[in-house]
């Protein structure tokens, strides 16, 4: 059984369910980011900027990409209730 399959809750080790372990800890990074949203946008643009930088500027479409996909992701996990459903901010 790979990796994967076990972190997705279709396997066990040493009798515990990983896939319960990895939505808890979701659900403990959401709670951690609710209310941070700001903060994170900020780490993110730093984060961009110095890698646009570091490329000297090579890859910046990409990097802005991939800098608005985890802008996203935090903003999704910050609503979620940790039950998988979604949340509407302010709900």
């Not at 951690?32 to 900020?42: K, N, T």
């Not at 900027?49 to 996909?69: N, V």
């Amino acid at each position: 059984m790979s990796f994967l399959s076990k972190m997705l809750g279709r396997g066990k080790v040493a009798g515990e369910d990983l896939g319960q372990k990895a939505q808890d800890a979701k659900q403990r990074a959401g709670e951690a980011m609710q209310g941070r949203e700001d903060d994170i946008h900020s780490a993110v643009d730093k984060v961009r900027d110095l890698a646009d930088q570091a490329t000297g500027g090579k890859f910046t479409s990409k990097i802005d990409e991939a800098a608005d996909r985890l802008k996203q992701a935090a903003d999704d996990m910050s609503v979620d209730d940790g039950e998988g459903e979604q949340k509407k901010p302010g709900a």
